[in-house]
C-alpha cells in the first residue's frame, strides 16, 4: 500500500518537473522556439520517491512469498 503511494507520488512529480519556456531566436527573422526545463529539486523527490516505492515493492513481495513458503513448510501427519 505505502509503495503503491510513493509510485503514485513519483508519477505526480513528474507530470509537473517540465515546464516549457520561450527560447529567442539565434539570429535576426528566424522565429522563437521553445524549450523544456527540468526542475532539479523536483526530479530529485520523482528519483527519490521511485527507489523507495521500488525497495517496498521487492520487501512486500519477498514477505508474501516468505509467508507462503512457510505455510506451505508445515507439514502435520
Given at each position: 500500500?505505502?509503495?503503491?503511494?510513493?509510485?503514485?507520488?513519483?508519477?505526480?512529480?513528474?507530470?509537473?518537473?517540465?515546464?516549457?519556456?520561450?527560447?529567442?531566436?539565434?539570429?535576426?527573422?528566424?522565429?522563437?522556439?521553445?524549450?523544456?526545463?527540468?526542475?532539479?529539486?523536483?526530479?530529485?523527490?520523482?528519483?527519490?520517491?521511485?527507489?523507495?516505492?521500488?525497495?517496498?515493492?521487492?520487501?512486500?513481495a519477498?514477505?508474501?512469498?516468505?509467508?507462503?513458503?512457510?505455510?506451505?513448510?508445515?507439514?502435520?501427519?
Open positions: 500500500m505505502l509503495a503503491a503511494g510513493c509510485a503514485a507520488g513519483a508519477v505526480l512529480c513528474w507530470l509537473h518537473v517540465r515546464s516549457p519556456v520561450d527560447v529567442a531566436p539565434v539570429t535576426e527573422g528566424q522565429p522563437a522556439t521553445v524549450s523544456v526545463v527540468y526542475d532539479p529539486p523536483l526530479m530529485l523527490l520523482c528519483w527519490a520517491l521511485a527507489t523507495v516505492a521500488g525497495v517496498l515493492a521487492v520487501l512486500g519477498a514477505g508474501l512469498l516468505r509467508r507462503r513458503r512457510k505455510a506451505l513448510d508445515t507439514y502435520t501427519p
